[in-house]
């Protein structure tokens, strides 16, 4: 058996809305609440954002500094990054 035959659909929507509320908790703590979307999920990796781009990957939770506001950029590494 594999491990994801382990894991029933209920448990995987309950992580992928973990995921989702701590993506919309970055944009509300970075002040662009607004811009939150899902734009990408595959390969390795999810965006987030519209104008602000959050990408989480297997490393964590980055930018894709070339789509964001400077704003967006300076909050997130004053709340997020240690």
């Known amino acids: 058996m594999e491990v994801k035959d382990a894991i029933t659909d209920k448990e995987i929507e309950k992580v992928g809305m973990y995921v989702i509320d701590i993506a919309i908790g970055i944009f509300k703590e970075c002040g662009k609440e607004e811009d939150f979307c899902i734009q990408y999920v595959g390969g390795s990796s999810i965006v987030f954002g519209g104008w602000n781009r959050v990408i989480l990957n297997s490393s964590g939770w980055s930018l894709s500094e070339s789509h964001c ?6 909050n997130f590494n004053k709340k997020f990054k240690k």
């Open 69 to 74: 506001s400077e704003e967006f950029i300076n």
